[in-house]
């Protein structure tokens, strides 16, 4: 079974960075993409940032030229954010859309993990 689990989140001052980790565990025969999804209490889920198979990243606005999305194999995605602002504050999801072993495709969305921003 496939899952994939996101780790680095905590709490920092404004102007500070953080690194963001997503794991996908299982066998995958390959990975269409990832990306990192935020979601602040009361809002709804929106995307941050995607990193497609052949390398192509998009980014909401608020996050262009403060944050990079990367991927150093077919299985982990990492997120760096710099220069964090409060509203940077949500809980970051990421999501994998992978193929499995006998070709089927799974969307996967991992538990979450807190990041808090302090002014």
């Known amino acids: 079974q496939v899952q994939v689990v996101e780790s680095g989140g905590g709490l920092v001052q404004a102007g500070g960075s953080l690194t963001l980790s997503c794991a996908a565990s299982g066998s995958i025969l390959s990975m269409v993409s990832m990306g990192w999804y935020r979601q602040a209490p009361g809002k709804q889920r929106e995307l941050v940032a995607t990193?497609?198979?052949?390398?192509?990243t998009n980014y909401a606005d608020s996050v262009k030229g403060r944050f990079t999305i990367s991927r150093v194999n077919a299985k982990n995605t990492y997120l760096q954010m710099n220069s964090l602002k409060p509203e940077d504050t949500s809980v970051y999801y990421c999501?994998?859309?992978?193929?499995?072993?006998?070709?089927?495709?799974?969307?996967?969305w991992g538990q979450g993990t807190q990041v808090t921003i302090s002014s």
């Open positions: 990193i497609i198979n052949g390398g192509r």
């Open positions: 999501n994998a859309d992978v193929i499995g072993p006998t070709g089927r495709r799974f969307n996967l």
